[in-house]
């Protein structure tokens, strides 16, 4: 079921593929488009790409108290939906001690197979229990973030934009910091890059040692794609070391950049572009990381493999309440959140202005390489809005709000000068998603038969409904969602 709904995702999204190409040319016209009746609620302009906000955001009308309303409304969606799963959770909780407290109390009196029954059953309530934990902690708050941010960006963006055009026709956007574009690869963002490479490459040999790095993906091809990507955005970066880049075997929607240049990209990531101005926005963003030297600059004492094993911990204890013992490796695989969670807050991105400047330079870069800027945006937004609630929430969610994050963004796109031709898909991408494709089917079948951070004790258990978010789906689907107990029975 599950996989049939997969595939059309995909089949969705290589329609998409074929579409997109010629989508983005409205992103040139950065007048506001003639009035237009608003056609949709206020909460259904909620559902659409930020992309598609920026267009339209100056020809709506919406009244102060209707985004007021719509505020209080999303507000009391959010308590109301996380209080949901902290009760579930709760539930879960209670049932869980009763389980254990009659596993106590059978002593050896049990016979093996009601025994197992009864492991099986405690195994199942666990997952469950922190699958709720982190819907109504992680998930659902970010899911109502990104809602939040589509509501200030319909309010304030017009606003915005009205500046913006007023200072790109001043000349007054000429005074913003790294303005100078036309020197990329000339100018110094901070000095001393190469004093990076020595504690990146101790930094990866250090994870290598402990198994916290996921293995390379198994294909030249792909390898060699990503890598000559990334070539093209260092060309026209400001980067000054050499590059390194590698393509890592894991589900996780995410990339990550350690310092003096090294860059690493999952395979999850791949598998969520639609197209190469997307992959290639990301890594710009990454690469950004490097130029700026922003780990240097945060971490004076703390060596990045510790930070790296502070984050898994992390990780693994908000997917089991603390189970120790569990191989880190899979506990990034299989956790809902991996590395890259507290990746980017702890390592790169705690700092909100860290993570604002990456985002320009890496629009900058995007831009200079000769890419499709927008790409990014579309990236953040598909992360954010379809499948970031739980599967994907790693790469975006970092300190400054959407809003801001999508703004600032937006508003440097409108500062870079023209491009005649910009690339947004290339056959070269499209071959790395059909190699990718049976590669992926093929790791995914042999995670199945893995020891997985919640299922290594009991074998053969069946195992519970998964209470995650599907992509696509409106939050308020997930908030309705029934009270499943262990078996998979609505309670
Ligand atoms: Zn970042």
Redesign the pocket.
């Known amino acids: 079921m599950n996989e049939v709904f997969r595939q059309c995702v995909a089949t969705a999204l290589s329609i998409l593929l074929i579409i997109l190409p010629w989508y983005p040319a409205r992103a040139e016209s950065q007048a506001a488009p003639a009035a237009e009746p608003a056609k949709l609620t206020l909460h259904q302009y909620l559902q659409k790409p930020y992309e598609d906000l920026f267009q339209v955001a100056s020809s709506l009308n919406f009244s102060a108290s209707e985004v007021e309303q719509e505020r209080q409304a999303l507000k009391r969606g959010e308590d109301s939906c996380r209080s949901r799963f902290k009760e579930h959770a709760k539930t879960y909780s209670r049932q869980l001690d009763a389980a254990r407290k009659q596993l106590k109390e059978s002593g050896t009196t049990l016979a093996d197979e009601p025994r197992r029954e009864l492991h099986c059953k405690i195994q199942n309530l666990e997952m469950l229990r922190s699958e709720a934990d982190v819907l109504s902690g992680h998930a659902i708050p970010t899911a109502y973030d990104n809602l939040g941010a589509k509501l200030d960006l319909i309010q304030q963006w017009p606003a915005q934009q009205r500046q913006a055009l007023a200072d790109l026709e001043s000349g007054a956007y000429q005074n913003r910091r790294w303005a100078d574009v036309k020197d990329i690869g000339f100018r110094e963002i901070a000095a001393g890059q190469k004093d990076d490479i020595k504690r990146g490459k101790e930094a990866v040999d250090e994870l290598k040692q402990v198994g916290m790095l996921p293995p390379e993906l198994d294909s030249k091809p792909i390898q060699d794609y990503v890598r000559s990507v990334a070539e093209r955005i260092a060309r026209n970066s400001d980067l000054k070391v050499p590059l390194r880049v590698s393509v890592l075997q894991s589900r996780e929607i995410n990339a990550f950049a350690l310092p003096g240049g090294y860059i690493y990209v999952e395979r999850g990531l791949l598998e969520a572009a639609d197209d190469e101005s997307q992959l290639a926005g990301v890594i710009a963003?990454?690469l950004a990381?490097d130029t700026a030297r922003h780990s240097a600059k945060m971490m004076k004492r703390a060596t990045i493999a510790s930070i790296f094993y502070q984050a898994a911990q992390v990780a693994a204890i908000l997917l089991t309440g603390g189970i120790a013992g569990i191989g880190m490796y899979y506990a990034l695989q299989y956790g809902f959140y991996g590395l890259g969670l507290v990746l980017?807050l702890k390592l790169?991105?705690v700092s909100r202005d860290?993570?604002l400047e990456?985002?320009q330079l890496g629009v900058q870069y995007a831009w200079k390489a000769g890419y499709d800027t927008s790409g990014f945006i579309r990236f953040f937004d598909k992360i954010a809005s379809k499948q970031g609630y739980v599967n994907g929430v790693s790469w975006f969610r970092?300190h400054p709000p959407f809003y801001e994050r999508m703004v600032q963004t937006q508003r440097e796109i409108m500062f870079m000068p023209k491009q005649s031709e910009r690339i947004v898909q290339t056959s070269e991408f499209l071959k790395m998603k059909d190699d990718l494709a049976p590669l992926a089917a093929k790791a995914e079948k042999e995670d199945v038969g893995k020891p997985s951070l919640l299922m290594t004790r009991e074998e053969g258990c069946k195992p519970p409904p998964k209470l995650e978010y599907t992509p696509g789906q409106p939050i308020e689907k997930l908030c309705a969602m029934p009270l499943y107990d262990e078996s998979g029975e609505t309670q």
Do not use: I
């Open positions: 963003h990454e990381h980017d790169l991105g860290y993570e990456a985002d970092t």
